[in-house]
C-alpha cells in the first residue's frame, strides 16, 4: 500500500540527508500519533504497537504538543522572548512554534533544530519565505555545535535572553549520553532572563509506562523513553520554576487534553518551564 506522504517526503532534497525508511523515526511516529501525513508503513506499524497496547498514547502525544504551543504563548505572549531555539522540534505541524510566536511578534527569530533529515526537507519549503526562522540539521548530543553552528549565530542574539525548548527529546537521549551534562552546558550558554523548556514522557509509576518504554526500545527509539518523574526535575535545575512547575503537562495551565482528568495515564506525559536568574 503507497503511503500518501511518500512523495512528498521520498523526493526531500538529498542535501537534506537520508531519509531512511526502513526503521521508524522518532519525528516520523510522533507525527502519526498527532495525526499527521509525513510517516511509511514501517512508522505507522510502531505507532500501532503503542496504541494497541496503550490506547491513550495518542493522547499523550497531543498532550505534549499542546503544552509546547501554551509554552511559546506564555513565553512571547507574558515573558518578552523574540528568540526561540527550538532543539528536537519535529516535523511541521498545525500550531508551529514559529507561527505561534509571530503571530504574537512578527519579529520573533526562531531557529529549528533537528537530527532527522526529514525535517529540514518538509521545513525548507514551509519557511522559504519567513526570514525569521530558520531550520538546521543537527544533534543535541553536541550542544555546542548547535550554539556554535553558523546559522545559529546569524540568526540569534546570544548575549540577549532567549527560549530553548526540549520538547519531547531528552527522553531519546540514553544515560550513557548524559542529559544531565548536555542539558547543564545549555543552561550554562544561557543569559540570564532566559528561559529552559523540558517536556516528555514519565513514569510516575504506572506499569502501562514501561509498557510503552519497552516498546520504545523494541523499535528503537530509546532505552529511557519514560524516565522516572522525579527523576526529570533536574533538567530544570537551578532555574526559577514557573508556576506550576515541572508537572503533567494537561495541568499546565490546563487544558482539555485528557477528556477524564481521573485517567492517571495523564500523568505519562509532564513539562515545565525554568527561567535562568
Ligand atoms: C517527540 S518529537 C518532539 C517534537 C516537538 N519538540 C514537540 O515536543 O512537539 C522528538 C524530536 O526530537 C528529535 N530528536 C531525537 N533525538 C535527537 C537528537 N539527539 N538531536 C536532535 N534531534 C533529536 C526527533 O527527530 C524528533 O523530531
Redesign the pocket.
Known amino acids: 500500500m503507497t503511503n500518501p506522504s511518500q512523495a512528498a517526503t521520498g523526493g526531500a532534497n538529498p542535501s537534506a540527508g537520508v531519509i531512511d525508511t526502513s526503521v521508524p523515526?522518532?519525528?516520523r511516529v510522533?507525527d502519526y500519533l498527532l495525526g499527521g501525513k509525513h510517516y511509511y508503513d514501517v512508522d505507522r506499524v510502531a505507532s500501532e504497537a503503542m496504541i494497541d497496547a496503550v490506547p491513550e498514547t495518542t493522547l499523550l502525544a497531543a498532550a505534549?504538543?499542546n503544552f509546547?504551543r501554551r509554552a511559546v504563548r506564555f513565553l512571547v505572549g507574558e515573558s518578552g522572548i523574540d528568540q526561540i531555539l527550538?532543539?528536537?522540534?519535529?516535523?511541521p505541524t498545525a500550531g508551529n512554534v514559529h507561527e505561534i510566536a509571530q503571530e504574537i511578534n512578527p519579529n520573533t527569530r526562531v531557529l529549528y533544530?533537528?537530527?532527522?533529515p526529514i525535517?529540514l526537507a518538509n521545513g525548507r519549503a514551509l519557511l522559504s519565505a519567513n526570514e525569521n526562522t530558520v531550520v538546521i540539521t543537527?544533534?543535541?548530543?553536541d550542544p555546542e555545535a548547535i550554539f556554535e553552528n553558523p546559522e545559529t549565530q546569524r540568526l540569534l542574539d546570544l548575549s540577549r535572553p532567549l527560549a530553548v525548548?526540549l520538547?519531547?527529546?531528552l527522553m531519546?537521549?540514553e544515560d550513557e549520553e548524559n542529559p544531565h551534562g548536555i542539558v547543564a552546558m545549555i543552561r550554562d550558554r544561557l543569559p540570564s532572563g532566559s528561559f529552559l523548556v523540558h517536556?516528555g514522557c514519565a513514569d510516575p509509576g504506572e506499569p502501562r509506562a514501561r509498557e510503552l518504554n519497552q516498546i520504545f526500545y523494541d523499535y528503537n527509539m530509546g532505552s529511557r523513553c519514560f524516565r522516572p518523574t522525579a527523576e526529570q526535575a533536574d533538567f530544570l535545575k537551578g532555574l526559577e520554576l514557573v508556576e506550576p512547575g515541572l508537572v503533567p503537562c494537561s495541568e499546565w495551565r490546563p487544558s482539555f487534553d485528557f477528556p477524564d482528568p481521573d485517567n492517571p495515564a495523564h500523568q505519562m506525559v509532564i513539562g515545565g518551564i525554568g527561567r535562568k536568574p
Do not use: E, F
Open positions: 523515526s522518532i519525528a510522533y505534549n504538543r509546547i527550538d532543539i528536537g522540534s519535529g516535523l533544530v533537528d537530527k532527522d525535517v543537527a544533534d543535541l548530543r525548548i520538547g519531547g527529546i531519546h537521549i517536556s
